[in-house]
C-alpha cells in the first residue's frame, strides 16, 4: 500500500502521522528560543528528534497549531511529544528530564495511568480532579474497611462520612436545642419540653451524607478520573494490587502515586474495648438512641461528640486522661471544660479505663467502667476518642521501602510531599508531623498535583492554619497557644490582650454571661505582632478565618485596633482587647 504524503493530510491527521512515524516531535517556530532551548535538551541526550518549524509551511502551520491546542490545551510552542505521549512545552520538558519522567517515556515504558491516588478522602479527591484537569491519566482507589461494630460508608473518605460534615451537622443540632431554649424570650410559643429524637436526626444526616457520596462518584465520572472501589497495596513502586468487596483482584501500574489513605480510630488495649465500645466511626450513623453515654479521651473528637450528645439531651460522662485539648492554650481549653461542667457534663480526670464488661444485654449493650482507683460505672455506649492510628500497616510499604515515623506509623515526607521513594507522595492525615485538618489535605493534594503536572513551585504552607473545636462554645484558634509563644519567645517578650464578653444573641435569656472570651498573643520585640489569636463564643470558626489572614499575613496589635469592627457582631471581641 502507498504511504499518503503528509502534504496531502489534514492538520489532524498530519499530526497524528508524525506521532506514530517518529519517536520524539516537536511542534516548533523557527525563530521561538525556547524550541531552541528544547531542540538543544534532545542534542545533548543524543536523541532524535522530527521538529516541524509551524512558522515555515505557511497555512497548514496554523491549522496544526489549532489541532494541537485542541488536542493538548497547549496554545504555545514548542509542543513536545515522545511515543505519542504529550510533554507539554520547554518548561515542561525541562521539569519531566528532572524528574525522569522523560526517561521513561523514551524508553518507551507504558503505564496503565500517569497517577494512581490511594484514598478517595479530601486529600485524594482534591489531588486526582486536579491532576485529571491537566489531561493526566487518573485513577483513585477507595476502600472502606468495616469498623469493629461492622460500620461501613461511601466515597469521600472520613471528612464526609465520619468526620467534620456529620459532626457540625449534629453539632447544629445541639445549637437548635440551645437556641430553643431561648426561644421563648424571643415570643416564639414553644413547649417547656421540647423533644429530641435520634433517629431522625441520623436519618436526616445519612440522607444528606449519601447524597455527597453520589456527587463525588459524579464529579470523578465528569472529570475522567476512574474510580476503583478497591482496597490498594503496594507490589512495587509502580504497581499495586487492588482487591475489590468481591474478592476480584487486578494489578495497575502507574508512573505516579499518592498515598492519601488516612487514619483511623484507635482503641485502648483493654479487655472489652473492641466488642463492647464504639468510634466515631459508629456514632454518626448510629441506629438506636445512644442512653447514657461514657466518651474516653479529651481531644477534638471526645469534647465535639460529648458536647453535641449531652445538648441533645444524653447523660455524658467524659473520661480524662491527662489534660483537656493537648496543644491548644490551656486557659480557652480549660474554660471549655468549665462550660460544660457548668452545663451539666460530667468529667472524670484524670483516669484511665482497664476493663469493659457487657452486664445485661439489650440496645445498646450495657458496659462497665473499671478504672485505676476502681471507678466504675455503667453505661449504654462507651465512645473511644482516644486518636487515630495512620492506614499504613497492611499497604505494602515494606515492600517498596517508604519510610514511616516507627513511633506513630505515619509516612515521612519532604517539603514537596515526596516519600522516600522517588515517584511517590504522600498527603494529608496519613503524614508526619502535620495537622490533621481536612482543608490541609486539601490544599496539599491541590498543590501537589500543580507541582506534578503544572509545572507549579508552590509548597503547601503548614504555618498559621486556623481551626476551630466545635464544642457548644465554640473555640476558633489560630497561631500559637500563649504556653509556646511564651516557650519560643520567653514570658518578658509577651503581651497578652484578652477580654471576656456577651453576645447580644445571649442578652435576652442571659446565656452564658461572661463565658465568652478572646485573646490575642503578642510577641513585643516584633512590634506586638499577633502570634496567637484565640476566641471563644458562638460562630467562632466563622470569626477565626478571617482574622487568620490578618494572623497570617503578620497583623500587629495595633492594626487589630486600628480596624473598625462591625456592629453588633461577636467578631468585635477580636479586634478590642485589654492588657492581660
Ligand atoms: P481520609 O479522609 O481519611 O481518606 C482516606 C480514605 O482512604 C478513606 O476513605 C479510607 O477508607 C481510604 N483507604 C485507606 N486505606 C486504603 C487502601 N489501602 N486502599 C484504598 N483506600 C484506602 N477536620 C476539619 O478540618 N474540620 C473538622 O471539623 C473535622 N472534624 C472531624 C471530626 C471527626 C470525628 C474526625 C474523625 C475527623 C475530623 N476532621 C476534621 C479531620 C478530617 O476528617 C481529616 O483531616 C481528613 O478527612 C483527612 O483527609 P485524608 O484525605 O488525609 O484522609
Ligand atoms: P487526638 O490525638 O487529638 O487526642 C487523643 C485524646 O485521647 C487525647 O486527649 C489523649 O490524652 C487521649 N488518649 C489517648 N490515649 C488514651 C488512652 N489510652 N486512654 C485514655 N485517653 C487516651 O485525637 P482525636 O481523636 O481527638 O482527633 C484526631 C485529629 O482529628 C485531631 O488532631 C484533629 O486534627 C482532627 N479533628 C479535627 C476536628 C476539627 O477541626 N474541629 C474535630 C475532630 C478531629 P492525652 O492528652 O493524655 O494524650
Redesign the pocket.
Given at each position: 500500500m502507498l504511504k499518503r504524503k503528509h502534504s496531502e493530510m489534514n492538520a489532524a491527521e498530519r499530526v497524528a502521522q508524525l506521532l506514530k512515524d517518529y519517536r520524539v516531535v516537536i511542534f516548533s517556530k523557527s525563530y521561538c528560543p525556547f524550541c531552541v532551548k528544547v531542540k538543544a535538551l534532545f542534542d545533548s541526550l543524543h536523541v532524535e528528534y522530527k521538529a516541524l518549524e509551524l512558522d515555515l509551511i505557511g497555512e497548514d502551520g496554523v491549522a496544526i497549531q489549532q489541532t494541537l491546542f485542541e488536542k493538548t490545551k497547549q496554545k504555545t510552542v514548542p509542543n513536545v511529544f515522545v511515543n505519542g505521549k504529550h510533554v507539554g512545552g520547554c518548561d515542561a520538558t525541562i521539569q519531566a528530564h528532572q524528574d525522569g519522567r522523560l526517561a521513561e517515556l523514551l524508553s518507551g515504558v507504558q503505564y496503565d495511568y500517569d497517577l494512581i491516588v490511594?484514598?478517595?478522602?479530601?486529600?485524594?479527591?482534591a489531588a486526582s480532579k486536579e491532576a485529571a484537569s491537566f489531561g493526566k491519566k487518573v485513577a483513585v482507589?477507595?476502600?472502606?474497611?468495616p469498623s469493629p461494630q461492622g460500620t461501613t460508608w461511601g466515597?469521600?473518605?472520613?471528612?464526609?462520612?465520619?468526620?467534620?460534615i456529620?459532626?457540625?451537622l449534629m453539632h447544629k443540632a445541639a445549637i437548635i436545642g440551645e437556641d430553643l431554649k431561648d426561644a421563648r424570650a424571643f415570643g416564639w410559643d414553644v413547649p417547656e419540653q421540647v423533644v429530641h429524637n435520634w433517629t431522625n436526626m441520623v436519618d436526616e444526616i445519612q440522607n444528606y451524607v449519601k447524597s455527597l457520596n453520589f456527587g463525588y462518584r459524579k464529579v470523578l465520572k465528569e472529570n475522567t478520573v476512574t474510580y476503583l472501589n478497591?482496597?490498594?497495596?503496594f507490589v512495587d513502586a509502580h504497581t499495586v494490587k487492588?482487591t475489590d468487596k468481591k474478592n476480584n483482584v487486578q494489578h495497575i501500574t502507574a508512573r505516579d502515586f499518592i498515598i492519601?489513605?488516612?487514619?483511623?480510630?484507635r482503641y485502648p488495649d483493654i479487655p472489652g474495648a473492641k466488642e463492647y465500645g464504639i468510634t466515631?466511626?459508629d456514632?454518626?450513623s448510629l441506629k438506636y438512641h445512644p442512653g447514657k453515654c461514657l466518651i474516653v479521651g479529651a481531644s477534638?473528637?471526645a469534647l465535639?461528640?460529648a458536647g453535641f450528645l449531652h445538648a441533645v439531651g444524653i447523660d455524658c460522662t467524659i473520661m480524662v486522661r491527662s489534660i483537656l485539648l493537648r496543644g491548644f492554650d490551656q486557659q480557652l481549653a480549660e474554660m471549655i471544660g468549665d462550660h460544660m461542667m457548668g452545663h451539666g457534663m460530667k468529667f472524670i480526670r484524670p483516669c484511665v479505663p482497664t476493663k469493659i464488661e457487657k452486664i445485661s444485654d439489650g440496645e445498646p449493650g450495657f458496659g462497665k467502667m473499671d478504672s485505676g482507683e476502681i471507678v466504675e460505672g455503667e453505661y449504654n455506649t462507651i465512645l473511644f476518642?482516644v486518636g487515630?492510628s495512620a492506614?499504613t500497616h497492611?499497604?505494602g510499604l515494606d515492600n517498596i521501602g517508604v519510610k514511616l515515623n516507627p513511633s506513630n506509623g505515619k509516612i515521612i515526607v519532604d517539603k514537596e510531599e515526596r516519600t522516600s521513594v522517588n515517584n511517590i507522595y504522600a498527603?494529608?492525615?496519613?503524614i508526619d508531623g502535620k495537622?490533621?485538618?481536612?482543608?490541609?489535605?486539601i490544599q496539599a493534594?491541590k498543590l501537589l498535583a500543580q507541582r506534578l503536572y503544572k509545572n507549579q513551585t508552590v509548597l503547601t504552607d503548614y504555618v498559621n492554619v486556623p481551626?476551630?473545636v466545635?464544642t457548644p462554645l465554640e473555640y476558633g484558634f489560630v497561631g500559637v497557644s500563649e504556653e509556646d509563644a511564651v516557650a519560643s519567645y520567653g514570658k518578658d517578650d509577651i503581651e497578652v490582650y484578652h477580654s471576656f464578653y456577651q453576645p447580644l444573641e445571649y442578652a435576652l435569656t442571659d446565656r452564658d454571661n461572661n463565658k465568652c472570651y478572646g485573646k490575642l498573643v503578642c510577641v513585643k520585640s516584633k512590634g506586638e505582632r499577633v502570634v496567637g489569636f484565640h476566641v471563644l463564643g458562638p460562630n467562632a470558626g466563622e470569626v477565626t478565618q478571617g482574622f487568620a489572614l490578618g494572623v497570617k499575613l503578620g497583623a500587629k496589635k495595633s492594626d487589630f485596633a486600628d480596624l473598625i469592627g462591625i456592629h453588633p457582631t461577636t467578631a468585635e471581641v477580636g479586634l478590642h482587647k485589654d492588657s492581660g
Open positions: 490511594i484514598g478517595g478522602g479530601s486529600g485524594g479527591l482507589c477507595d476502600f472502606v474497611v466515597l469521600g473518605g472520613t471528612c464526609v462520612n465520619v468526620g467534620c456529620p459532626k457540625k478497591a482496597y490498594a497495596q487492588v492519601a489513605v488516612g487514619g483511623r480510630p466515631s466511626d456514632l454518626f477534638y473528637i465535639e461528640c476518642a487515630r492506614c497492611n499497604i498527603i494529608g492525615d496519613v495537622l490533621e485538618l481536612t482543608p490541609v489535605a493534594g481551626t476551630t466545635f
